[in-house]
Each structure stands twice: as structure tokens, then as C-alpha cells.
């Protein structure tokens, strides 16, 4: 498990340019010897909407995740994280506020490379800060591995939990009368478990 004692503040990896209103807290470098080394995850700047495109996109025409448009994504940039590796993208992430106390996890995605190795886990957990850090009282999301979701201390819910979601968004989707996605939710007023580091 990554606890807080494995967080540090800043980042020595070259990045792409941040918008400069994003809180610095949000910044986060995650060190695991036995993964990928130095996972470097940022908020995601203008510069970075092709490549999280690009990687949804990717996943999404496998059937993993579903598609964001380009112009979707520029739009909610600020809701983006970047994670990096020696200063190259390998995955995204957006928290996207839903109401006073309830945020969104969307788009967590991982270049094919770098599956398995603490990634997608480290994105998660900036998440999670940055919720703890707006004092939100619950995390969520709509997901095809929500095995994953459960290593890194989210339960199942039913998507009826969150009606922000269904009859704003979930309502407009194609797939909302077969919808095969399942909702998993982190309760954020117990402790910080953290995240274990090997998952993907």
C-alpha cells in the first residue's frame, strides 16, 4: 500500500505547460521501486488535450471505456490530470465535480505500455487528495473493471446513488438502457488507506 509517508509535493519531471490557476497541491510525485520508478501526475494543460484523446480514444474503441470528443476534452481540461514517467504522458484521469459534496472519476486510462505498473492507481489517488482537499464526502465511478476500483478501497454501489449523474448525463448516453458499466463509490470520511502500487 502507498501511504501518505510515499507522497512528496512537486515534480522533477518535465511536464507540459499547467495552467498556472490549477492549486499546486495537486501536483503529486509517487515513487515504487519495484514499478515504473517515478510516476509524476500533474494537472493537465491545453497541451495535453491530443494525447488524452488520443488514449481515451484508443481504449474506448476497444470497448473499455467510453469515447470523449476532442472539443469535450479542451472544454473540461481543467478536470484532467497527466501521469508521467520521465517526463513522457502515459495516462489521464478527470475529477469532475458533481455538487457540493460528490465528484466523478472519469476517463482513467493508461498507455498500453505501462498497464500494470502502479499508473492508473496513481492517478486515482491524486484524485482522491484532491477531493480530500475540497472536502468532498464521496468519490465515484461508472466503470467496466470495477475490480480495480475495489483494490484501491472503492465498494459497488447502484448507480441510483448518484441521481446527479444518471438523469443529467447517464440519460443522454446510447447506452443508457443497457448500460453495462458498474458504479463504485469511495466513502472519503474514513482514513486514508492509500493505493496499492502494482495494480494497473
Do not use: D, E, K
Given at each position: 500500500m502507498l501511504g501518505p509517508s510515499r507522497l512528496r509535493r512537486g515534480c522533477s519531471q518535465p511536464a507540459a505547460a499547467v495552467d498556472s490557476t490549477h492549486d499546486a497541491a495537486a501536483v503529486a510525485v509517487l515513487h515504487d521501486a519495484g514499478t515504473v520508478g517515478v510516476i509524476c501526475v500533474q494537472p493537465a494543460g491545453l497541451a495535453d488535450a491530443e494525447f488524452i484523446h488520443r488514449l481515451v480514444t484508443f481504449w474506448a474503441d476497444r470497448g473499455d471505456m467510453l469515447h470523449r470528443p476532442l472539443q469535450e476534452v479542451y472544454e473540461s481540461i481543467r478536470d484532467f490530470k497527466v501521469a508521467r514517467v520521465k517526463g513522457e504522458p502515459v495516462g489521464c484521469v478527470a475529477l469532475h465535480i458533481m455538487g457540493p459534496d460528490l465528484a466523478e472519476i472519469r476517463s482513467l486510462a493508461v498507455v498500453e505500455s505501462h498497464q500494470g505498473q502502479g499508473v492508473g492507481a496513481a492517478l486515482v489517488h491524486a484524485c482522491v487528495e484532491e477531493a480530500r482537499r475540497?472536502?468532498?464526502?464521496?468519490?465515484?465511478?461508472?466503470?467496466?473493471?470495477?475490480?480495480f476500483f475495489e483494490r484501491v478501497g472503492f465498494r459497488r454501489a447502484n448507480v441510483l446513488e448518484f441521481p446527479q449523474k444518471v438523469w443529467n448525463e447517464c440519460v443522454r448516453c446510447p447506452f443508457f438502457t443497457d448500460c453495462k458499466e458498474v458504479a463504485v463509490v469511495l466513502d472519503l470520511a474514513g482514513p486514508d488507506l492509500g493505493v496499492p502500487m502494482a495494480s494497473p
Open positions: 475540497l472536502g468532498l464526502a464521496r468519490v465515484f465511478a461508472l466503470t467496466f473493471r470495477p475490480g
